[in-house]
Nanobody, 126 residues
């Protein structure tokens, strides 16, 4: 499956952005997608994931209550709605997908994901 992320940009603190990740190739329903981010000089970290069915969502603690991940299988797209953005949210955001059952380290482990998009830059100014 190919992943194409979009929607990044420059926003003031407290603002909102919605990231999209369009997929192509095999049916999107066969994959569980996630969002990761990487700030300058830091390792890539987990942000959010959604299950195959879309009924379960998972978030890192720093974004819980502010970000919402969702999927639309009909549009082969996964979204990340980001509200109340903070300067520390500044990073390149990557969408990822897995067609393997979650391993022992679960949905937040970047090695779980075998497909990655190219990333989209989110900059939050103070």
């Amino acid at each position: 499956v190919q992943l194409q992320a979009s929607g990044g940009g420059l926003v003031q603190a407290g603002g909102s952005l919605r990231l999209s990740c369009a997929t192509s190739g095999r049916p999107f329903s066969q994959y569980a997608p996630a969002w990761f981010r990487q700030a300058p000089g830091k390792e890539r970290e987990f942000v959010a994931a959604v299950s195959w069915s879309g009924t379960s969502t998972y978030y890192t603690s720093s974004v819980k209550g502010r970000f919402t991940i969702s999927r639309d299988n009909a549009k082969n797209t996964v979204y990340l709605q980001m509200n109340s953005l903070k300067p520390e949210d500044t990073a390149v955001y990557y969408c990822a997908a897995t067609n393997r059952p979650y391993g022992s380290n679960g949905y937040s482990d970047k090695t779980q994901y075998n497909y990655w998009g190219q990333g989209t830059l989110v900059t939050v100014s103070s």
